[in-house]
């Protein structure tokens, strides 16, 4: 099974400012990582897949880069709705199990 | 639009069975291009696959949940569900169904992200 591991745990930054996520692979799933938000009582929201497409709807806000092992989830000028905590999924190496990162929280 | 909208109870005692649907509305649960999924997430922690399956009725399972987990799709209602045998407290969770979009790697058919996502129902296991 892969596992993904995200850090850091939770990032503290300011409005207006440019977030930097991080999600590891134990091994290589390609370019096959997604990227969701996750708000209490929301509904949860696909924001990248493929490593680096915007889902539809997205702002060009969030940028998703990497491959192989290493991947980044960028977030650039800050808005009070983006406070929220994030998860990465691989869908590479499956069976037997698909998998989530952690997740990141990035609060203010 | 689709949308998926997850119901069952919300208390569940341990060692019973929880039972939750999905039903699943502005698209039909019997495309080609789609499979179903479920994912939870416990109290303060991360997401957890739980399994998948085609309007057919093929499944795959998280192995560590698979000898208790039984997914299964009804398409003349157009929805699915999950059943989940003697649980324990360690299986409260808010219990999220979504679509489960396939793509393709290097010409093979994959599953791969989850879009769109129900609000999510939470489950206690508790007496």
């Known amino acids: 099974e892969v596992v993904m591991t995200q850090s850091p745990g939770t990032l503290s930054v300011s409005p207006g400012e440019t977030a930097t996520l991080s999600c590891r692979a134990s091994q290589s799933v390609s370019s096959n990582l997604a990227w969701y938000q996750l708000k209490p009582g929301q509904t949860p929201r696909l924001l990248i897949y493929g490593t680096s497409t915007r889902a539809t709807g997205v702002p060009a806000s969030f940028s998703g880069s990497g491959s192989g092992t290493e991947f980044t989830l960028t977030i650039s000028s800050l808005q009070s709705e983006d406070f929220a905590v994030y998860y990465c999924q691989q869908y590479n190496n499956w069976p037997p199990a698909l998998t989530f990162g952690g997740g990141t929280k990035v609060e203010i | 639009q689709l949308q998926l909208q997850e119901s069952g109870p919300g208390l569940v005692r341990p060692s019973e069975t929880l039972s939750l649907t999905c039903t699943v509305s502005?698209?039909?649960?019997?495309?080609?291009?789609?499979?179903w999924g479920w994912i939870r997430q416990p109290p303060g922690k991360g997401l957890e696959w739980i399994g998948t399956?085609?309007?057919?009725?093929?499944?795959y399972f998280n192995p560590s949940l698979k000898s208790r987990v039984t997914i299964s799709v009804d398409t003349s209602t157009n929805h699915f569900s999950l059943k989940l045998s003697s649980v324990t407290a360690a299986d409260t969770a808010v219990y999220y169904c979504?679509?489960?979009?396939?793509?393709?790697?290097?010409?093979?058919?994959?599953?791969?992200?989850?879009?769109?996502w129900g609000q999510g129902t939470l489950v206690t296991v508790s007496s």
């Open positions: 399956l085609y309007y057919t009725g093929s499944a």
């Open positions: 979504a679509r489960h979009v396939l793509t393709y790697n290097y010409g093979s058919e994959i599953k791969g992200w989850f879009d769109p």
């Open positions: 502005g698209g039909s649960i019997s495309s080609s291009s789609y499979y």
